[in-house]
């Protein structure tokens, strides 16, 4: 604690840690409830929770459409618990209820009826909106045994695959230092019925068949070394196919390097498993991210590069990105420059694309607690010329706790200004309850339009605590991206014991081009906020209050997403690899990507 006294410091003290250790003798009192006759008090039995969200989108008419979700639930003393949630959607003249689960735990056994939540199981089987039945049972030593079986779950305005899936999992076993993961499943699929109008895609055959998996983890070489094999035979082509597929993964990460290397291969006819089809699996995929650290720090350079073939046309990429980044000599500023080389074959349906770019960035706190970033890139495109653009960002805090924030962007083509976009925003929390207020405003022009300006979005969002375990949102959009504009609210509250990491999940039909990042402190896991995190180097986020950024509307695609290492706080680094690959896929929601953040190492010689 630092107490102002008026008068300046001659000296300044060392700094010294004070650590807090529980007394193993401390009992806390128990928590009573009100005495309803004489000397009647009793203990708390349970916590209890609700979650509520509805989002709307749309413009006044038939094709406006409101999702919206429900989740309550108890959970025990015995931390057994029990959740009923609900899903659905609703419009001018039809209501649908999408989705309804019931989830428990009792001991070591939980599971899910009805509608469960994501299922990822090895790397083959992706089960995104599965209806049926899922039964875990966690032993002592933390393994995972796991039975499960369903359908799709339906998706209004889609048409829904009938196929089916069933199988058996267990994950986490210990063979002396190495850990087993084993997969068997079942499939099945049936023609569509000759009233719906069949995919173009060859997956319209009736067929069935059978997959098994062995995953592996051991350490190796100071890292990580994991692999999987698995074979799967089916007639979902026609003629029976038997499908080998085998992956190798190394992970390294130490102060001055983190690397990760990953090979996968495959033969002819396989398969990835999902509850929205049966995608072929990609012949060879590999992929390869290395950054080393300099100067204490002070410097790195990374390179990543991707190489799939097979499988998914729209997916299939041979990506190399390399770049560097430090800071200016002892300064806070900092600066850095990306290069990326994009090739992608002609396909079926998909046509031949390439890309290069070339960026450099550079920034730094000014002053108070602003902070400056700008960025240049430069890209090429066969077929076309090149094009530039610039973009900038600064953040000024002011008087209250209120910050703004300024996001300027050009667009050149052929040496001609083509578009301009200005993006502002205002932060202003309203100190009761925790209440903040969050206001933004786009305007932008074309070449096309006559540079006739114009409002690309317009948005205000409210967020506060009413009690200390709740959290209440309400937000507005209006987007006109040179159509009709069109409206979006959303309006959450939250009062629940635990925190869900994932909440929305089941409205999937406008989560799909979304990349969700959180940035998590290294000590207590909690969100890190304000951190800068980028999409593919173009796009950047400022994480929130609870240390999550979110891409929205990204195309299909292998894709990168990094921490601006230079934009952390003095003594913050990142634990381990500063940048990862997320796939995003129509109809599949990504997994969530998650970095750690903490202190740097200290050392103190003697």
């Given amino acids: 604690m630092v107490v102002a006294t008026g008068v300046?410091?001659?000296?300044?003290?060392?700094?010294?840690?004070?650590?807090?250790?529980?007394?193993?003798?401390?009992?806390?009192?128990?928590?009573?409830?009100?005495?309803?006759?004489?000397g009647v008090v009793s203990r708390l039995r349970a916590l209890d929770h609700l979650s509520t969200q509805i989002f709307h989108h749309g413009s006044p008419g038939p094709a406006s459409m409101s999702h919206w979700q429900l989740a309550a639930g108890e959970q025990y003393r015995s931390n057994n618990a029990l959740e009923l949630g609900a899903a659905g959607t609703s419009g001018p003249g039809r209501h649908q209820l999408e989705a309804l689960r019931l989830s428990g735990r009792r001991g070591?056994?939980?599971?899910?009826?009805?509608?469960?939540?994501?299922?990822?199981?090895?790397?083959?089987?992706?089960?995104?909106?599965?209806?049926?039945?899922?039964?875990?049972?966690?032993?002592?030593?933390?393994s995972q045994w796991m039975a499960l079986g369903g359908v799709p779950t339906p998706v209004?305005?889609?048409?829904?695959?009938?196929?089916?899936?069933?199988?058996?999992?267990?994950?986490?076993?210990?063979?002396?230092?190495?850990?087993?993961?084993?997969?068997?499943?079942?499939?099945?699929?049936?023609?569509?019925?000759?009233?719906?109008?069949?995919?173009?895609?060859?997956d319209s055959l009736a067929g069935r068949g059978a997959l098994a998996a062995l995953a592996w983890k051991a350490p190796f070489a100071g890292g990580t070394l994991a692999g999987t094999f698995g074979g799967q035979a089916h007639d979902l082509d026609g003629p029976r196919v038997l499908a080998l597929?085998?992956?190798?993964?190394?992970?390294?990460?130490?102060?001055?390097?983190?690397?990760?290397?990953?090979?996968?291969?495959?033969?002819?006819?396989?398969?990835?498993?999902?509850?929205?089809?049966f995608a072929p699996a990609p012949r060879r995929?590999?992929?390869?991210?290395?950054?080393?650290?300099?100067?204490?720090?002070?410097?790195?350079?990374?390179?990543?590069?991707?190489?799939?073939?097979?499988?998914?046309?729209?997916?299939?990429?041979?990506t190399i990105a390399w770049g560097g980044s430090g800071s200016f000599g002892k300064s806070t500023?900092?600066?850095?420059?990306?290069?990326?080389?994009?090739?992608?074959?002609?396909?079926?349906?998909?046509?031949?694309?390439?890309?290069?770019?070339?960026?450099?960035?550079?920034?730094?706190?000014?002053?108070?607690?602003?902070?400056l970033l700008s960025r240049l890139e430069y890209g090429e495109h066969p077929g076309s010329g090149g094009s530039l653009s610039a973009l900038a960002e600064a953040s000024v805090p002011l008087r209250g706790g209120i910050r703004f924030e300024l996001e300027p962007r050009f667009g050149w083509s052929e040496r001609v200004l083509q578009h301009g976009q200005l993006t502002t925003r205002l932060t202003w929390p309203l100190g009761a309850l925790g209440a903040r207020l969050t206001g933004t405003l786009a305007a932008g022009a074309t070449r096309d339009q006559g540079f006739r300006g114009g409002v690309l979005e317009a948005a205000l969002a409210l967020s506060c605590s009413p009690r200390l375990r709740d959290r209440a949102g309400l937000e507005a959009r209006r987007l006109n991206s040179g159509g009709r504009p069109?409206?979006?609210?959303?309006?959450?509250?939250?009062?629940?014991?635990?925190?869900?990491?994932?909440?929305?999940q089941w409205i999937a039909s406008r989560d799909t081009g979304r990349v969700t990042v959180r940035v998590a402190r290294s000590g207590?896991?909690?969100?890190?906020?304000?951190?800068?995190?980028?999409?593919?180097?173009?796009?950047?986020?400022?994480?929130d209050a609870d240390g999550i950024a979110r891409f929205d509307r990204v195309p299909p695609g292998i894709h990168t997403v990094a921490i601006e290492e230079r934009a952390l706080p003095e003594n913050v680094e990142v634990v381990g690899s500063s940048r990862a690959f997320v796939t995003v896929e129509r109809g599949r929601v990504a997994d969530t990507v998650t970095f750690t953040i903490g202190r740097a190492e200290r050392k103190t010689r003697f």
Avoid: C
Avoid at 172 to 177: C, K, S
């Fill in 156 to 202: 209004a305005g889609a048409r829904t695959p009938r196929i089916a899936l069933a199988g058996m999992a267990t994950e986490g076993l210990h063979f002396d230092e190495a850990i087993l993961s084993l997969t068997v499943m079942g499939f099945a699929r049936e023609r569509p019925p000759a009233a719906v109008p069949t995919d173009p895609s060859p």
């Fill in 285 to 318: 995929e590999d992929r390869w991210n290395l950054q080393a650290r300099f100067a204490g720090g002070r410097t790195e350079s990374h390179f990543t590069g991707v190489l799939r073939e097979g499988g998914d046309a729209a997916l299939e990429a041979r």
């Fill in 333 to 371: 500023w900092y600066g850095g420059t990306d290069a990326v080389w994009d090739s992608r074959r002609a396909a079926a349906g998909v046509a031949a694309t390439g890309e290069r770019r070339f960026s450099v960035h550079a920034g730094g706190p000014v002053g108070r607690g602003a902070a």
């Fill in 108 to 142: 070591g056994f939980s599971g899910g009826l009805g509608d469960n939540e994501p299922l990822v199981l090895a790397p083959l089987v992706y089960l995104q909106r599965l209806r049926g039945s899922v039964l875990r049972y966690t032993a002592r030593d933390q």
């Fill in 524 to 543: 207590n896991g909690s969100g890190a906020p304000d951190v800068l995190v980028s999409l593919d180097g173009q796009t950047l986020r400022f994480t």
């Fill in 245 to 277: 597929q085998q992956s190798v993964e190394w992970r390294f990460a130490s102060p001055a390097l983190a690397a990760t290397i990953a090979d996968q291969r495959g033969t002819r006819g396989g398969r990835l498993l999902g509850t929205d089809r």
């Fill in 8 to 38: 300046a410091p001659t000296a300044v003290a060392s700094p010294f840690v004070v650590r807090r250790v529980a007394n193993p003798r401390y009992r806390p009192p128990l928590t009573t409830a009100a005495a309803i006759g004489p």
């Fill in 486 to 504: 069109t409206m979006e609210y959303e309006a959450s509250y939250d009062a629940i014991a635990e925190r869900y990491e994932t909440p929305g």
